[in-house]
């Protein structure tokens, strides 16, 4: 079992930045692709952005293009979302999620495993 862990959420004002992180304690994820979902109160959870192991590849929802980065250490085994120019529809619970698969079969329900979850709101 890998147990992921993120952190960084917090309330922010619209038009303000946040990074996420998400480190797995006492594993070392070699191999995973990663990626960030999330889940707004009454609604489904939705991707975010994925990134390959090797870093090379990325992903991301049309929602956010242009506005949010992933980004992975693998030295550090920490996994990035930096989040410019927020929005108050991008308030939502934020999970980390990691699979030992491709960046769009972990789209399509890939993840083997989750995090807890981190809560960002975002003000108008």
């Known amino acids: 079992q890998v147990q992921l862990v993120e952190s960084g959420g917090g309330l922010v004002q619209a038009g303000g930045s946040l990074r996420l992180s998400c480190t797995a304690p006492?594993?070392?994820?070699?191999?995973?692709?990663m990626t960030w979902f999330r889940q707004a109160p009454g609604k489904e959870r939705e991707f975010v952005a994925a990134?390959?192991?090797?870093?090379?590849?990325?992903s991301f929802a049309d929602s956010v293009k242009g506005r949010f980065t992933i980004s992975k250490d693998n030295a550090k085994n920490t996994l990035y979302l930096q989040m410019n120019s927020l929005k108050p529809e991008d308030t939502a619970v934020y999970y980390c999620?990691?699979?030992?698969?491709?960046?769009?079969?972990?789209?399509?329900?890939?993840?083997?495993?989750w995090g807890k979850g981190t809560q960002v709101t975002v003000s108008s």
């Open positions: 990134i390959s192991w090797s870093g090379d590849e990325t």
């Open positions: 999620g990691a699979g030992r698969s491709t960046i769009q079969s972990l789209k399509m329900g890939g993840v083997e495993y």
């Open positions: 006492g594993r070392v994820l070699t191999g995973y692709a």
